[in-house]
C-alpha cells in the first residue's frame, strides 16, 4: 500500500513453505497485528486506491475505538452513539486524513483531542451532534476542513475565537447556527452571518461584567447610605427622648422656692 507523502509499505508477509498449515495462520495473524493491520471487531476494515479505510459506521458504538489499525487513512465513526472525543483518541493514526463523526450525541470535545493529527487530517466532520461550545485548544493547529452545522452552539466569545482560527466548510458554514446566544436577538442565526455583522461577543462579555459589578457597587453603595441614615435618625431619636426626660426634671429655681416654703412653714 501507499501511504500520504509517496511512501509504500508492503503487506505481503513471509511464511516459509514448509511451516505446518496452522502455523503458518498463526504467523501470519501475528505478524499483521505487529504491523498494525488489525481491525477492531465492531468495523470494517478496507483498502481503497491503496489506502486503509475504517468503516465503523452505524455500529451502536458508545466511544471510539482504541485498537484501530495503524495505518488507518480514512476513519468512518457516524450514526453512532459517542458522547465524547477524549484527549488523544488518534494518537495512534499518523496518517489519518479523513474523519467521520457526524451524527452522534457528542457534548465534550476535550483540549487534547486532536493530538498527534494535526498536521496529517485534511476533513473533520463533527455536524449533527450535541455541542454547545468547544475549548479554543481542540482545534489548536488543525488545517482541516471541518463541518460544525447542526450542533446546539452557544455564541459567546470562546465559540467566535474558536470559529476564526477554523477552515469551515463553505458548503455547511451557514448551517452553524447560534440555538443560544449571550445576546438573545442573536438566537437562531448563522454564527458567520452575526459575525460579519460586526458583532463581537468577547465584547459584550466584557460589558456585562462592568455591568453586574456596577450593579453590585451601586449595591453596596445603597445599602451603606441606608445605614447611614438609619444611624442618624435613631441617635436623634434618642437624643429627642434624652432632652425631654431633662425638660420634665423640676428647675434649680423651682426646688428653691420649694425649699423656702417648706422652711417657712416650719
Known amino acids: 500500500m501507499t501511504f500520504p507523502g509517496g511512501v509504500h509499505v508492503s ?4 511464511i516459509p513453505h514448509g511451516c505446518p498449515l496452522i502455523l503458518r495462520l498463526i504467523l501470519a495473524v501475528i505478524c499483521l497485528s505487529a504491523m498494525g493491520f488489525a481491525c477492531p471487531k465492531s468495523c470494517h476494515c478496507f ?8 468503516q465503523c459506521s452505524s455500529r451502536n458504538l458508545e466511544e471510539i475505538p482504541s485498537n484501530l ?4 487513512v480514512s476513519l468512518l465513526l457516524s450514526s453512532n452513539h459517542i458522547t465524547k472525543i477524549p484527549n488523544q483518541a488518534f494518537k495512534n493514526l499518523p496518517w489519518l486524513q479523513e474523519l467521520d463523526l457526524s451524527r452522534n450525541a457528542i457534548e465534550t470535545v476535550d483540549a487534547g483531542a486532536f493530538q498527534g493529527v494535526t498536521e496529517s487530517l485534511r476533513a473533520l466532520d463533527l455536524s ?3 455541542m454547545q461550545s468547544v475549548p479554543k485548544e481542540a482545534f489548536a493547529r488543525l488545517h482541516a476542513k471541518i463541518s460544525l452545522s447542526n450542533n446546539p452552539w452557544h455564541c459567546e466569545c470562546t465559540l467566535q475565537e474558536v470559529l476564526r482560527e477554523l477552515r469551515l466548510d463553505p458548503e455547511t458554514v451557514n ?14 442565526k448563522p454564527v458567520i452571518q452575526v459575525l460579519d455583522s460586526g458583532i463581537n461577543f468577547c465584547n459584550f462579555h466584557h460589558k456585562t461584567t462592568d455591568v453586574a459589578m456596577f450593579v453590585t457597587m451601586f449595591g453596596w453603595f445603597t445599602m451603606v447610605i441606608a445605614y447611614v441614615i438609619y444611624y442618624v435618625r435613631h441617635n436623634q431619636e434618642d437624643a429627642r427622648r434624652h432632652l425631654e426626660y431633662l425638660k420634665s426634671l423640676p428647675s434649680s429655681s423651682q426646688i428653691s422656692k420649694d425649699f423656702d416654703t417648706i422652711s417657712t412653714v416650719l
Open 11 to 14: 503487506r505481503k508477509v513471509f
Open 47 to 54: 483498502e481503497k486506491n491503496g489506502l486503509t479505510v475504517v
Open 69 to 72: 489499525p495503524h495505518d488507518t
Open 128 to 130: 449533527h451532534n450535541r
Open 175 to 188: 448551517e452553524v447556527s447560534c440555538h443560544t446566544s449571550v445576546q438573545e436577538e442573536y438566537a437562531g
